[in-house]
Every structure is written in C-alpha cells, then in structure tokens.
T-cell receptor, first 114, second 113 residues
Framework: GEDVEQSLFLSVREGDSSVINCTYT??????LYWYKQEPGAGLQLLTY?????DMKQDQRLTVLLNKKDKHLSLRIADTQTGDSAIYFC??????????????FGTGTKLQVIP | AAGVIQSPRHLIKEKRETATLKCYPI?????VYWYQQGPGQDPQFLIS???????DKGSIPDRFSAQQFSDYHSELNMSSLELGDSALYFC????????????FGSGTQLSVL
C-alpha cells in the first residue's frame, strides 16, 4: 500500500529558506502534491508535480522530485510568518480504475520565527 | 472561481445520533472524495464516487454511508455516532480524465459529545 512520511516539525527564521522533505513508497505515483493547512482551516493546494518531472518552480516555491529515491521536497524562499502552517505531502496514482485518490503524509508543522 | 462547498461548517451531535454532511463539487467535476482528519492527524481517505457510482473505498466505518447524486453533489451519512467520530471531514473533487488534481473544501468540523 501507499505510505508517505514526513518529519513532524520545522522551525525557521523569517527571511530564511525552508525545506520540507517527504518520502513515499508507491512507485506508481502519478502526481505528488504539497498542501498547506492553517489552524482550523481546510487544505489548500500549494503546488504539485507530475511524476515525470524533477523540478517545478512557482514564485517562492520550488518542488524537487527524486523519483529514484522516492523523495520529494518543498523549498519556500524568503519564508514569512504567514507561511506558518502544517504542510502535507501527498501522492496519487496507481489506484484502481484510474481514480486519483490522494494519500497524505503525516504533515510537517512549520514555525516561522519573526 | 467556484470552489468545493461543504455544509455545514460546524456540527455538534450527541452519541448515537446521526449526521449528514454535504459536499458540492467544483462545476463540471465528476469525482468526489471524502476524507476524515482527526485531531493532529493526517487526512484519511474514506470513500470516493465517480459519475454517481462508488469508485474506491478506504477506511470508512460500516456506520457511515455516502452517495453521489445526479447533480454530482455528495452526502456522507453517519449513524450511531461515537465520540471517536469527532473530526474534520473534508470533501474534494476532481475531473477524472482531466488534470485530475484534487481540490478540497474547507471541511465540516464534527463534534460528538
């Protein structure tokens, strides 16, 4: 079955870069996602990468995918206090019938220190 | 742009009561997913529907049932509620055969007392 793992906590200073890491086990993953969840709020899709890509940049966000090692990372440049949240790595693909159910990692709580 | 709408936003029930959660997907999305997120936990997949048929099933208790209607909205029915059912319930929708990204609603916070 699918398994997605992340470190639980990351603390950075405002203005520094944050790097959140994720490993997954399902080699048939099609899409890999990063979701952001602020306290009491829903899941906001930040960015995603297709499995045949190794990098995607979107403004302050850079996603790196090492498919061989099944390792995904999210880099947030110039981290701001508003970036404080829980970040979930997720993957989809390989499920029966092609329906893209998403499996989430455990979430990484990012704390940004002013 | 229209997003996934869930109602109600908050729901308080007592043990052994029933609850119905509603989800309205993004227009033209044909697939709906339900997730349960317990306190401090990652979201767990419950069930999904494609074109009104159940497409996949996860860790959904037998006390829960769900369906997708002709207008593609979905309802999650929960009976004989237990304290452990207290969680944030997310609905997501996608367009199967399209870019297939899942878009999530804001969730329904269910508290069972």
């Amino acid at each position: 079955g699918e398994d997605v793992e992340q470190s639980l906590f990351l603390s950075v200073r405002e203005g520094d870069s944050s790097v959140i890491n994720c490993t997954y086990t399902d080699s048939s993953s099609t899409y890999l996602y990063w979701y952001k969840q602020e306290p009491g709020a829903g899941l906001q899709l930040l960015t995603y990468i297709f499995s045949n890509m190794d990098m995607k940049q979107d403004q302050r966000l850079t996603v790196l995918l090492n498919k061989k090692d099944k390792h995904l990372s999210l880099r947030i440049a110039d981290t701001q206090t508003g970036d404080s949240a829980i970040y979930f790595c997720a993957e989809s693909g390989g499920s029966s019938g092609g329906y893209q159910k998403v499996t989430f990692g455990t979430g990484t709580k990012l704390q940004v220190i002013p | 742009a229209a997003g996934v709408i869930q109602s109600p936003r908050h729901l308080i029930k007592e043990k052994r009561e029933t609850a119905t959660l509603k989800c309205y997907p993004i227009p033209r999305h044909d697939t709906v997913y339900w997730y349960q997120q317990g306190p401090g936990q990652d979201p767990q997949f419950l069930i999904s529907f494609y074109e009104k048929m159940q497409s996949d099933k996860g860790s959904i208790p037998d006390r829960f049932s769900a369906q997708q209607f002709s207008d593609y909205h979905s309802e999650l029915n929960m009976s004989s509620l237990e304290l452990g059912d207290s969680a944030l319930y997310f609905c997501a929708s996608s367009l199967t055969g399209g870019n297939e990204k899942l878009f999530f609603g804001s969730g329904t916070q269910l508290s069972v007392l």
